[in-house]
């Protein structure tokens, strides 16, 4: 038996090659399981931040409809694969080919254009609000959907207006359809 201290600190420190393994192991299966899920937990936050963005500014063109007693619209469109939205006064059907005024939302999210019924413009979709404050839908009635959905996951919203005076609800997945 030897009575050198360095030998005898090194059999009794550190971690097996075996144990390294392991925990490394371990680690790459919890990974494996966790990120994915974090990856859509992130990406449903996206969408319902893109719908409450929309949603309020469907209430204030609502609201600048009413108070200046003139149509006001918020119009989308996907440019580059962006959504964008602006909202004006409902003074010209050729608000599409404008290259200023446009917000964008994120990246992973997009127009459900098989869910929508409001009126499409050429590339670009709009929500009209009359003197009144009540949504002028596709087919003359004032009620209609907007459906945004995000990318790489199966999770839709979208947001209502219901009623002849207007109102506005949100709702998601299959209540969208």
Do not use: H, P
């Given at each position: 038996m030897t009575n050198n201290p360095a030998?005898?600190?090194?059999?009794?420190?550190?971690?097996?090659?075996?144990?390294?393994?392991?925990?490394?192991?371990?680690f790459g299966i919890l990974a494996a399981v966790a990120v994915p899920s974090w990856l859509g937990l992130i990406q449903v936050q996206r969408l319902n931040t893109a719908?409450?963005?929309?949603?309020?500014?469907?209430?204030?063109?609502?609201?600048?409809?009413?108070?200046?007693?003139?149509?006001?619209?918020?119009?989308?469109?996907?440019?580059?694969?962006?959504?964008?939205?602006?909202?004006d006064?409902?003074?010209?059907n050729n608000i599409c080919d404008q290259t200023t005024g446009w917000k964008s939302l994120d990246s992973g999210v997009t127009l459900d254009e098989?869910?929508?019924?409001?009126r499409s413009l050429d590339d670009c979709w709009r929500v009209q609000f009359d003197d009144r404050g009540r949504a002028i839908g596709a087919d003359g009635f004032y009620t209609g959907r907007i459906t945004l959905e995000a990318?790489?996951?199966?999770?839709?919203?979208?947001?209502?207006?219901?009623?002849?005076?207007?109102?506005?609800?949100?709702?998601?997945?299959?209540?969208?359809?």
């Open positions: 030998i005898c600190s090194l059999s009794s420190e550190g971690f097996t090659l075996l144990e390294v393994i392991t925990i490394t192991i371990i719908k409450s963005e929309l949603f309020q500014e469907m209430r204030i063109a609502q609201q600048k409809a009413k108070a200046e007693r003139n149509r006001w619209q918020v119009t989308f469109r996907e440019e580059n694969n962006i959504l964008q939205w602006r909202t006064a409902s003074s010209s098989d869910n929508m019924t409001f990318q790489n996951i199966n999770e839709k919203r979208c947001i209502y207006i219901s009623t002849f005076l207007g109102a506005m609800r949100e709702d998601k997945n299959q209540e969208c359809e």
